[in-house]
């Protein structure tokens, strides 16, 4: 979600997803970010969807790590998942 604007930008001051820089991370901005997220699970007929991959991205990240505790941080496949499921998460980074 760190992709809507284009950094440096004048809208990417407002762009309350994008939180790859420690200047742009406000309060204000994680807020709206989980009231964003949260409130697209009310949508009738989207919103279980959206919460089940939303759930489905946090458990690959999730399997991701406890797998390189396991197998060792140096597993290339393992490391990958972990990355894209960073980078597919609303929740930030």
Known sequence: MNV???DGSFWNRYDFFDSDD?????VGGSI???LALV?????PYVGPWIAGLSIATQLAGLGATLGKMIAG???P???EIEGWSKSV???GA
């Open 4 to 6: 809507l604007t284009t």
């Open 22 to 26: 420690i200047n742009q991370k406000s």
């Open 32 to 34: 709206l970010k989980n």
């Open 39 to 43: 409130g697209t699970m009310f949508i």
């Open 73 to 75: 941080s140096d597993n």
């Open 77 to 79: 496949t393992l490391s």
């Open 89 to 91: 998460s609303r929740q």
